[in-house]
DNA sequence: CTGTTAACGGGACACAACCC
DNA sequence: GGGTTGTGTCCCGTTAACAG
């Protein structure tokens, strides 16, 4: 030990320098324990500090901890090891050189766990370390770390160890054990606690020689070995303090049994004091855990404070590099922003992941702005044209391109594409919107000769021009086109939108997947309405996405079967025009419809236009044939005619104000305001009124042509078995009827169909 | 700094003991 | 006997410590 300079006065000779062999390590390891207890501070603590700590302990789960291997050998060192080990020596011997009060100075300053290793280190330090007027600097530590007071039974050094010296389980030596059980005083693995935790209601099955009573004078916890850490009703007593336990308990018994004087009340104080020693081993624990909790949290703060520091860190090199907050934020979830402090080689480990993340936000956003921009630029567009259309006659708004087709025409978009930086006014668009009929004159020139040129590379040009008066054509186009061979306005003339997810060519709403457009008034007022959503960005944000422009081409079918109905009435599909067709009024029949009462309890079959017949051609299938039939007028007497389903669409206008402009209204809506505002009680269309073309060319189904229902011949199935409507399906030629347990049965027993479904494995075949 | 490892935490389930 | 409660077991994903 140390002397001190109290003790003696004089500072007493350094320790030998001679380096401790395997064998002195041994020899000190050995005699820990007996320097603790000679220190008389451990407690009564039933396993001591030094037991579980010493090296026959110390061991990797199912491994013993080998020894620490000897450097070199004792016949040959070599110069720089010897000098080496002697300088490590010397300098750690110095230190015992100071007197005890500096000593015990410097060592107030340690935290406990590098008491702990000091400690460890030789055995004067031991010895120093454990005396009693050390008792000041573990107390010191302890304090300064904010460690709560030992409990009354153990010693400061003992209490040091337990809280904080390394986070290995004191029984297997497993790594990484941070939670502490105060209430039985151990640092334990979970498998540990699994093995020797022994709950009350084992002890009989375990001890079964012994007074359960014997629990009550142990130290137990609530939280068992399977609990997760999570307090149960039960007690749970650590195995070898029972088997301690025991053992005191049976030599009290042998005295008693031997009839020693006193035994008894012996006995009796014993357990008296055990009682109360529970009662305050509970009450430390208690307060053990609070601040064991408060530590936790303490540290799970420390860890967000630190990691916080460090993304602010992060963020605020980005900003320096010119990256805006906005973009920064890209990165404010990546798991490499949070953890500890900020070095400079971390910095030079993350800049590459994270700097890609940032730039593709700023690109994205700088894109997203331009696209607003745009937008905006468009829709100051937009006011400038709505402005100039209610200028225009009504019917002549068909012909006018949508204000995104404006917009990207070449003098509108050098505008609407102008630099960010640069701002857009009226002034801005005052050349286009001075231009703009030469504009749009232009653009119908080219979407003429574009759709002629589409036409012709398909069909000659028709020889002898067809007359205008045969058109019925409502826009002003037709007469503002040269009269030239009007390819566009023969029957035979048919397009198609050929836009991906077209809106208007909806199967859905149309029963038609090739939704035809019918020459040059069907194809001019198309305006696709599907948008561009392959940027995955959109695919949030429809309305954002750019709209896809309308692409109009040739439906070489739609002008085969026009050229084939055409033929049917008599006419000749080179000469005859849409309007010679609507106005002649004639109706068809389709081969591939079967009659039936689906139509509104009729019994008979659809009768279309010649548009709706066209239309209607791939309902039965793409490549299926239909002969058509034309009704004579004898049979035109068996069509059951309702209303034209485009009277009741939100597709017609006044053609004498500009009331309904982009507000399109029923056509009943439309005469109601010919007779209040322009006293037109009988008006024409479409010189009063007219609707846009494109809602036309899809409605089928119109009138019914009715036809009597077969009668029944030969065998049929029994349809009046009402009680069984149902047929198997995977039965095709069977006419057997079946409950719906009966059928269900069948299809599971005869077809091995466990779970039916209705379609496909059977079918109500009676209503 | 990184990959590995084991504790930790939560959930589901089977089974036994206990209670009514 | 049925319902409730607690124990024991297993699994899986997350987290923190640690060794290289």
């Not at 789960?61 to 450097?71: M, N």
């Not at 991906?500 to 939704?515: F, G, H, L, S």
């Amino acid at each position: 030990m140390v002397a001190t300079r109290r003790q003696s006065g004089r500072v007493s000779a350094p320790v030998p320098e001679d380096a401790p062999d395997a064998k002195d390590v041994e020899d000190e390891e050995s005699e820990l324990s007996d320097l603790e207890d000679d220190a008389s501070m451990a407690g009564s603590a039933s396993e001591s500090e030094s037991d579980w700590e010493s090296g026959a302990h110390r061991k990797v789960r199912g491994k013993a901890s080998a020894k620490r291997a000897k450097v070199s050998s004792k016949s040959s060192p070599s110069k720089v090891q010897i000098t080496k080990a002697s300088r490590g020596r010397r300098s750690l011997s110095l230190l015992l050189t100071m007197p005890m009060d500096i000593l015990f100075e410097i060592f107030g300053l340690l935290p406990p766990k590098d008491l702990v290793s000091l400690s460890r280190t030789s055995k004067p330090l031991r010895q120093t370390l454990m005396s009693r007027n050390a008792i000041t600097v573990w107390k010191a530590a302890r304090e300064s770390a904010e460690g709560p007071d030992p409990p009354h039974d153990f010693s400061e050094p003992q209490w040091a160890v337990l809280l904080f010296a390394g986070t290995n389980c004191q029984v297997c030596g497993a790594k990484g054990i941070l939670n502490i059980d105060f209430f039985i005083r151990r640092r334990v693995c979970i498998a540990c606690k699994k093995k020797n935790l022994v709950v009350t209601s084992k002890f009989p099955r375990l001890y079964p020689d012994y007074d359960r009573a014997i629990l009550d004078l142990i130290q137990y916890t609530n939280v068992g070995g399977w609990g997760h850490g999570i307090a149960s009703k039960s007690k749970f007593y650590w195995q070898s303090d029972i088997d301690d336990m025991v053992k005191e308990w049976g030599v009290f018994q042998k005295s008693i049994h031997m009839r020693a004087p006193g035994a008894k009340q012996k006995l009796e104080e014993f357990r008296e004091e055990r009682i109360k020693a529970i009662q305050l081993i509970v009450q430390h624990a208690e307060t053990c855990q609070k601040w064991y909790d408060n530590l936790s949290r303490k540290r799970l703060t420390d860890n967000q404070e630190t990691s916080k520091k460090r993304a602010e860190a992060i963020f605020s090199r980005f900003r320096e590099m010119g990256y805006l907050d906005a973009d920064i934020q890209a990165i404010a979830y990546e798991s490499q922003v949070s953890g500890g402090e900020l070095t400079e080689r971390g910095w030079v480990r993350i800049r590459p992941t994270l700097e890609p993340k940032i730039q593709e936000r700023r690109d994205r956003r700088v894109a997203e702005e331009r696209r607003r921009l745009v937008k905006d630029r468009v829709q100051f567009l937009k006011v400038l044209y709505t402005a100039h259309l209610k200028t225009l006659v009504p019917s002549q708004w068909l012909s006018y391109p949508t204000v995104e087709e404006l917009a990207d025409m070449v003098p509108v978009k050098q505008v609407i594409d102008a630099a960010s930086d640069i701002i857009i006014h009226g002034e801005s668009f005052k050349e286009v919107m001075v231009s703009l009929p030469t504009l749009v004159s232009a653009w119908n020139e080219n979407r003429r000769a574009l759709l002629t040129e589409k036409l012709a590379a398909v069909k000659p040009l028709p020889e002898v021009p067809p007359s205008h008066t045969d058109n019925l054509s409502v826009t002003a186009s037709s007469s503002a086109s040269p009269a030239t061979s009007d390819i566009l306005a023969l029957a035979t003339s048919v397009f198609q939108c050929g836009t991906a997810k077209c809106e208007v060519n909806n199967p859905q709403w149309t029963k038609c997947q090739d939704n035809p457009l019918f020459g040059w008034d069907g194809a001019i007022s198309h305006h696709c309405m599907a948008r561009d959503t392959t940027n995955s960005y959109f695919s949030f944000s429809l309305r954002l996405a750019p709209v896809v422009p309308s692409v109009i081409e040739v439906s070489s079918k739609g002008s085969a079967l026009a050229a084939d109905l055409v033929t049917l009435v008599k006419l000749d599909p080179t000469r005859a025009t849409i309007a010679t067709m609507d106005q002649r009024g004639d109706l068809f029949l389709c081969s591939e419809c079967v009659p039936d009462k689906q139509h509104d309890g009729l019994y008979g079959r659809p009768v279309f236009t010649w548009r709706s017949a066209i239309a209607h051609a791939t309902a039965h299938g793409q490549d299926k044939i239909i002969s058509w039939h034309v009704l004579t007028p004898s049979e035109v007497a068996n069509v059951k005619r309702s209303q034209d389903p485009v009277h009741r669409d939100y597709c017609w206008t006044c053609n004498h104000c500009t009331i309904h402009f982009d507000a399109w209204k029923t056509k009943a809506t439309v005469l109601e305001h010919l007779v209040a505002v322009h006293k037109i009680v009988q008006p024409t269309e479409p010189s009063d009124l007219f609707f846009i073309p494109e809602k036309r060319r899809s409605r089928a189904l119109l009138p019914i042509f009715i036809e009597r229902p077969p009668q029944p011949s030969g065998r049929q199935p029994n349809l009046n078995a009402s009680s069984k409507p149902f047929r198997c399906k995977r039965c095709p030629k069977s006419n057997r009827l079946f409950d719906i347990g009966g059928v269900q049965a069948h299809l599971r027993d005869k077809h091995k169909i466990a779970s039916p479904m209705q379609g496909q494995d059977w079918d109500r075949v009676v209503d």
